[in-house]
């Protein structure tokens, strides 16, 4: 069963080079709504917490470090069939086998530096979600 919410992140690397605005109005000329959003710096220890799935994975310290190396802008996007239409939307991890007119195609510097986080599924965007916000901060 499809849900119509999903969660993002605009990662550092795209806060700091500026495009957080840019990225809000591709998504929301997508079509969807912004139901909840943060703006943070997540400590090491908490971008471990994020990322406890990829713990066993070669990549999973140095992401740590990336992610909390500067703000992140995290969100809850809604609208039907949320997930799937958001992947879409971003593009391939890696920007340069991105579609163009994606968000990675567009703003994104490398597979690490990929610009946007998106939920893979219902059930993790349920869980991301709730890592960053509360149900009474969610409109």
């Given at each position: ?41 997540l400590s090491a220890e ?94």
């Amino acid at each position: 069963m499809t849900t119509n919410r999903t969660f993002t992140m605009i990662k550092p690397d795209a806060y700091a080079d500026g495009h957080s605005g840019s990225i809000i109005q591709m998504i929301e000329a997508a079509g969807f709504k912004v139901k909840a959003a943060r703006l943070l710096k997540l400590s090491a220890e908490q971008a471990g917490d994020f990322y406890s799935v990829h713990k066993e994975r070669p990549f999973y310290q140095d992401l740590c470090n990336y992610m909390s190396s500067g703000p992140i802008f995290a969100m809850i996007l809604e609208k039907d069939n949320a997930v799937a239409d958001f992947r879409k939307l971003i593009g391939a991890t890696d920007p340069a086998k991105a579609d163009e007119g994606t968000i990675r195609k567009k703003f994104a510097k490398s597979i690490e530096a990929n610009a946007v986080h998106g939920s893979d599924s219902d059930e993790n965007a349920a869980l991301e979600g709730k890592f960053f916000f509360s149900e009474t901060e969610i409109v």
